[in-house]
């Protein structure tokens, strides 16, 4: 059998206890030895859940360690690394979230997990130059509004029915008070720290349309149908000091 077949037996026994011991996994004595495998399966689990546990602080707060090592032991018993690259590791976790009966009581989780994945993304994303304002303030009126904006790498937008931003900061700092509503979070990291900002509905619908490259004239005129009180150079000034932008380009 090649070294590749083997690997894959390997890793195929890890994954499902259901699994044969793989051939050539043995004792100090030569003899077949399931019980230390075991052992060995179940720390690669165990690790995977302290990576999840890593990633969804929050989350794991909000419901408390035993809940949340046991769900996210279901979740890890079917959900294996694509890649060695941890930090990749509980993408679709949130999405597992949102459908987890057992999660329903706590019905903002799975938007709280959507927020910290994408803050691990801002956190890891490439170091790009953020635009400032400055580099959009030299163009004439026309070039400006027929310009698309480029979103920076660390930037990503969670839409909620709930105040998730403002749950994920009262874990952060003491003193916040939570109300119920909705909010638009806009993760970004102008500089080296990554910020967790709740925007106004309006420039939120502005930044979506960005965001799907729409000119910046057509996505003001689109959300001052929705906002009549929508100012398009306050968003941008906002949105730019933000750093939620890398680039710019007429279309």
């Not at 259901?18 to 051939?23: K, Q």
């Not at 302290?50 to 990633?55: D, E, I, P, R, T």
């Not at 303030?137 to 979103?151: D, R």
Request: aromatic share 8%; proline share 7%.
């Amino acid at each position: 059998m090649s070294p590749v077949s083997q690997q894959a037996r390997f890793a195929a026994a890890v994954q499902d206890p259901t699994r044969p011991l793989p051939d050539g996994v043995v004792s100090y004595r030569g003899d077949a030895d399931p019980l230390r495998f075991a052992v060995y399966r179940n720390n690669v689990h165990v690790g995977l859940v302290g990576v999840l546990a890593s990633k969804f602080p929050v989350c794991a707060r909000l419901v408390g360690d035993d809940f949340f090592t046991a769900m996210a032991r279901i979740y890890v018993a079917d959900h294996k690394p694509a890649t060695p690259v941890m930090m990749r590791y509980g993408a679709d976790f949130p999405d597992f979230i949102a459908s987890f009966d057992n999660a329903r009581s706590v019905p903002y989780l799975a938007d709280i997990a959507r927020l910290e994945e994408a803050w691990a993304i801002a956190y890891n994303a490439a170091d790009q130059e953020p635009l400032v304002i400055a580099q959009l303030a030299g163009l004439e009126p026309h070039s400006l509004l027929e310009t698309q904006l480029h979103a920076h790498p660390a930037c990503s937008l969670i839409i909620s029915t709930f105040p998730v931003g403002t749950i994920w900061s009262a874990h952060q700092t003491s003193g916040i008070t939570v109300r119920p509503g909705a909010e638009t979070v806009l993760l970004t990291r102008p500089q080296a720290d990554v910020q967790v900002t709740v925007i106004p509905a309006a420039d939120a619908a502005f930044l979506a349309r960005l965001l799907r490259g729409e000119a910046i004239g057509a996505a003001a005129a689109a959300v001052l149908e929705t906002h009549a009180s929508f100012d398009l150079a306050q968003a941008l000034t906002g949105l730019c000091a933000l750093g939620a932008f890398s680039s710019s380009r007429e279309g």
